[in-house]
């Protein structure tokens, strides 16, 4: 297959995604060129562990040791079962219609958001992983606990599939909602443009922190939307209240850019005093930043 051969910083870049139309194979591509860059970055030597057994320990039934591992090595196994996983992921991903903007030639945050919610998924899939997903928006479209199957893999990717953006926007609303949900920790991993109240959402990411949960946060923006580096007088239209503005781009792009900057590094900050891992990712960003974020907290974890 064509796809097959480019080299891994193709896979990586968010340009393949119209290309590839089934989702499956682009989580594995993107994953597969992640796997890859690592030998080839100043990462090398930094390894990623796909557990599938332990060793047999006194006391363990013998009706779970792998016969077959046995026969090649002569040394007894046991098999991983998904209550002996290391981690429990829940992947939640913001589908409201603000994530359906794009610019230029890039993806939309949509698009974007859920091939990385696919490629996390295909990673932790192979680490023999516990994951789920939740989409939201003004509510909770879909809750699936995690799980860590192979067949479970089918059934997130289908769910990524037929995501379209709808709705406004209240994170906090559906994130204490998941909080809720939650009878076992894990890490949390959030994928949002966080276009909201976002002192409200602070609380609602301490949530999660109160019944020890690790949290990452990945903030998806088209770059324009950091630049306002439009060109000529618009019509602006709220993709959720679609609410018009008539303007002049350059006369307010400096007022544009200091409030979204302060917007930001509001976030930031904040993130960063409750000890939340947080990530700016715009749609033109290779995927092995979000990736090596993912496994970096992973590594500290466990």
Known sequence: MAQANLEYKNLLDPSIIPKIHSLELRARLVVEGFMVGLHKSPYHGFSVEF????????????????????????????KQYEEETNLRSYILLDV???????????????????????????????????????????????????????????QILKSLVSVKAADTTNTATCLNSVAEKIKRRGLVIIISDLFDDIESVISAFKHFSYQKNEIIVFQILDPIERNFAFGRDAIF????????????????????????????????????????????????????????SYIQKRRRLY
Not at 265 to 272: F, N, Q, Y
């Open 96 to 154: 409201s219609k603000s994530m359906q903007f794009s610019s230029g030639n890039n993806v939309s945050k949509l698009e974007y958001a859920s091939t990385l919610a696919a490629a996390l998924s295909y990673l932790m899939m192979k680490q023999q992983d516990a994951f789920g997903l939740t989409l939201y928006s003004d509510r909770i479209v879909q809750y699936l606990p995690p799980k860590a199957t192979k067949s479970y893999l089918r």
């Open 237 to 292: 239209k709220d993709m959720e209240s679609e609410e018009e503005l008539t303007t002049q781009p350059y006369q307010i792009q400096k007022a544009y850019k200091l409030a979204m900057e302060e917007f930001i590094g509001k976030i930031k900050s904040e993130c960063l005093n409750s000890k939340i891992d947080f990530n700016l990712i715009e749609t033109s960003t290779p995927f092995d930043k979000a990736l090596m």
């Open 51 to 78: 557990i599938q057994h332990r060793p047999y320990m006194q006391g363990d039934s013998l009706k779970d040791v792998d016969w077959k591992v046995y026969g090649k090595t002569e040394k007894y196994y046991i």
